[in-house]
């Protein structure tokens, strides 16, 4: 015969009941919302792989703006374009490099008037590269995967998030340990912080394996000196001193003049100042500096600015042009990366079962 349960414990067995039914409620209701984003984030992709998109940027600044930073919606919604880039790339990875390329559209919208959203588009788009790289087991996409990081972290060195920029760096290198970009761009964050030893070794190989890459030599040139490299620098200052005519020639002529005069060759520094406003007859810094060697080897130079005057409005100094983040190498990699765009739409459109975009994109 069974006894029947003390109705202590029967009370006690009724509240756990409650219990569990009033926690399940905010459960469900976290599951719906949840599954709400994801819809929407899933629309707007979808909106954005058939060509609308000013329509997706639309939609997606208003997702963006109805979740406030730190608090439990932006939680939500970050939870939901994550688990939204990874289903797409169980079905097909490059689709999500779709998916990145939008929000990093957002970041540069966001960029100026909304540094918070701006914040959280930034690390949308390494979440979703993220995801990329893990679904990409073959390393197929590794390269535009990289290019994207870097593309990215190209406009925050800009914007003087050096940090953050040189976080993205670091992953585009893990992904493509010699994209020139990369390299180009985590050494000068890493030469403004004063690792010259960290940025040399970083501008090294690009340096050796692309030759033309001018600025990355003379900026390899400039950490050689700072580490008192002397010899090797003046070697690269000089072929980048007598060739060219840029900015990268004018600066590397007056490093190079720098380092003549501290050993007493002021005939030698005056003369590759002097070649160099031959070829730059725009650069007011060159004849400046000309007269003023000239005038530490205890002579007189003229100094004759008129042919100045018919070069309009005077440009930006090489020096003042050398402190700005590198951009250089950035042209290439995001031609590449606007080039390959379009067969990531199409992915993306294929595995949300839209229409594809037929037109082309900006």
Known sequence: M?????????????????GVGSMAAP??????????????????????????????????????QGAPAGG???????????????????????????????????????????PTLAAEARRAVAALLGAHASADRAGRGSTHGAALFSSLAGELAVRSQATAAADFYARALALAPRQPAALLGLAAIRELHGDYAAAAELLAPLVAERPAAREARLRLAVCLVRLGRVDAAERELRALAADGADWVRSLASQELSRLLA????????????????????????????????AERAGG????????????????????SRYAHAPTSELVALREDVAAALPRWRRSLAQVLGVAPHAGGTR
Do not use: F, N
């Open 27 to 64: 459960v469900g209701a976290a599951l719906r919302e949840q599954a709400k984003l994801e819809t929407a984030y899933r629309q707007l992709l979808g909106a954005w792989a058939s060509g609308d998109e000013e329509g997706a940027l639309a939609q997606l600044l208003r997702l963006d």
């Open 300 to 319: 007189a130079m003229p100094l004759d600015l008129s042919t100045l005057g018919a070069c309009g409005e005077a440009a930006e100094s090489a020096r």
């Open 2 to 18: 069974r006894r029947a349960l003390p109705s202590r414990r029967l009370g006690a067995i009724a509240l756990l009941l409650c």
């Open 72 to 114: 439990r919606q932006a939680q939500r919604l970050e939870h939901a374009k994550l688990a939204v880039g990874k289903a797409i790339a169980r079905r097909q990875p490059e689709a999500l490099l779709a998916a990145a390329a939008l929000e990093q559209r957002a970041y540069a919208d966001y960029a100026g008037k909304r």
């Open 262 to 293: 501290a050993r007493g060759d002021y005939g030698s520094a005056g003369a590759v100042l002097t070649a160099a406003a031959a070829v730059l007859p725009c650069d007011p810094s060159l004849p400046v500096q000309a007269a003023l060697v």
